[in-house]
């Protein structure tokens, strides 16, 4: 059960109103509490059991968003950065005011799905390689791939500072001087793919995770765009 908050923080919270403006339009007679006008900022109210409403339209009330991210090179992923634009330049007003933020990183230059949220329990969950959650990433490398490569990842290789690594799946998809490959890992630190591939001497010329868990990118996502995971989807990553 969620716990009682003020009537002006839980509207500003589930609108995206700044908390002086909620305190302006409870007061004014905007908001209705079970269907009847509540005028008292402070009063405290559980959203789960109560029915809140705006100007008379129904306020959803969702504890957490959880949102999935086509991410496109060039933005850090990051909650802020005082000098680089990040993602979360990307999330529209209606999501700003949650406290979201990305849930595992992506390099710069790496495209692809990020979740974003403000449910911390739910990313670490995500992101712990206890819980072995595979991400996967298609890759482009710089040279062809040895099939001891592939062994080499599947028992649990190490970065060229000895760093050891879990045991992680490398396919190759197309062969070739610049193969494409899928890379699958439960783990996830700086750099993780491309200090794995060049442990073996193969570079990375481009890189997109496609997928987390059961959770795969949806490809209708143009990049830079995002929408909220269903409940399906949000189990997928777990199941
Ligand atoms: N591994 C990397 O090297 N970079 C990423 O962005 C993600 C995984």
């Known amino acids: 059960m969620a716990k009682s908050e003020r009537l002006d923080k839980l509207i500003a919270h589930q609108c ?5 403006e909620a305190v302006r339009a409870i007061r004014r007679g905007r908001v209705a509490v079970d269907g009847k006008t509540c005028r008292l900022p402070d009063s405290k109210w559980d959203p789960e059991t109560v029915a809140l409403s705006l100007d008379g339209a ?19 992923c990051v909650s802020r950065d005082p000098k680089a634009p990040t993602v979360m330049d990307l999330v529209p ?8 933020f990305p849930a595992g990183r992506l390099d710069k230059d790496t495209h692809g799905l990020v979740i ?4 911390g329990d739910f990313a670490h969950r995500m992101l712990s390689p206890k819980k072995a959650v595979y991400k996967h990433y298609r890759a482009i490398l710089d040279a062809p ?3 001891a490569v592939c062994e080499a990842f599947a028992a649990g290789t190490a970065f060229e500072d000895g760093t050891p690594c879990l045991p992680a799946e490398l396919t190759v998809l197309e062969a070739g001087e610049t193969p494409l490959v899928d890379i699958a890992v439960c783990e996830g630190k700086y750099h993780q793919v491309k200090r794995m591939c060049g442990a073996h001497g193969l570079g990375v010329n481009w890189l997109k995770r496609i997928s987390i868990g059961g959770l795969t990118l949806d490809e209708s996502l143009e990049e ?7 409940e ?8």
């Open 224 to 230: 830079g765009e995002m929408r909220e995971l269903t």
């Open 232 to 239: 399906a989807e949000k189990a997928a990553i777990f199941g």
């Open 145 to 147: 791939v040895d099939p």
């Open 93 to 100: 007003p209606e999501w700003s005011r949650r406290g979201l």
């Open 116 to 119: 974003l949220t403000d449910d």
């Open 58 to 76: 129904a306020i959803g009330y969702k504890k957490f968003l959880y949102l999935m991210l086509n991410k496109p090179a060039g933005l850090l």
């Open 16 to 20: 995206a109103l700044p908390r002086s």
